[in-house]
């Protein structure tokens, strides 16, 4: 019965593990050009008019506790064309200009959202008790109700097979949904973060990174945002770093052996790290890929790529789709989350690359997706 609940139900509104991941691997090649202005803009960000440029000059030069400044740019958002594993998906290239904003440092940890926890009283989405009525509607028609004894508060934990895997697009033999599983008890109901602060929240669901924003005064970053600062003041590489897989273990918390079999631990840790454990990007960013996934604000849409680079030109501080499109999770609204995690390996999910993406469920949460903060300057004089 359990399993048949993780199946149908759980996993079903999760879809966020196997279908994005080495589904529509291709090794096609992006012949747009970079544009002209691919290079950084230091230039003040477009702000009100009754902000004066002195007191944004101010806002950059002492950047919030906890954050870095990215300047405004434009980049080419999508795969590279020297990116051998990038799905269609990641595909066309098309140029996007952004407008400066400052970002977190690091993803929000355990300790800044206890914070938040504790001025508020908030419960998150993972700590609820279920209302079928409300569950069931995200389901095939029919699913079956589960008996109360399953249908608990928890969220998904990952768990290594026994014996090597033949289909890595089943991601329910490594998954599990555990009873107690939240943000306070990221290893079920026995376990706590007392070890752990410094290490990203997890269990946490689109929702609750958005609750959190809103009490801190920030927001997510778009796609765009976040690919743009994820690539730091190089542009043109597939990794944070350039080209060169085999550095990967500096600079990223990945998968390394056979998954979901063994982990090699190469780079020191087999779930999550603490936050700047690895090197920083060239803005200051550190895990930008690896670690844990992170949400941003976009709706996951499979056309929309597409739409930008139909338009041959610019575009401006693009927020995304404006409804989500994914014909292979139809049933689920589902925003993108990037960077990859600590289970991505180059055999099953090489998520850490600039140009990943995925679709996750609004409402579901599991052990390896968190998110960081961005702020503008006017948000800020608002605040």
Partial sequence: MAYSFIKTTVVLSVLMFGLSCKKAVTTDTVTQDTPKSNAVDTTIPKVKSSLAKAVVDSLIAHPPLGMVWIPAGTFMQGAVPQDKAAMAHEKPQHP???DGFFMDVTEVTNAQFKAFVDA?????VAEREIDWEVFKSQLPEGTPKP???????GSLLFKKTAKSVSNLYDFSQWWRWTIGANWKHPLGKNSNILEVMDHPVVHVSFEDAKAYCKWAGRRLPT???????ARGKEKNTTFLWG???????????SWEGEFPVNNTLADGYERSAPVKTYLPNSFGLYEMAGNVWEFTSDWYNLKYYEELAALKTVVDNPKGASKTYNPNNPLIEEVIIKGGSFLCTDSYCASYRLSSRMGNSTDSSSEHVGFRTVVTPEMLMEN
Avoid at 120 to 124: D, E, G
Avoid at 147 to 153: E, F, N, R, T
Avoid at 244 to 250: F, R
């Fill in 120 to 124: 508020t009283a908030y419960i998150t």
């Fill in 147 to 153: 008996h109360d004894s399953i249908l608990q508060p």
């Fill in 96 to 98: 996007v200009h952004v």
């Fill in 243 to 253: 080209d060169d897989p085999s550095k990967l273990a500096k600079w990223v918390n």
């Fill in 223 to 229: 796609e765009a945002e976040w690919e743009y600062a």
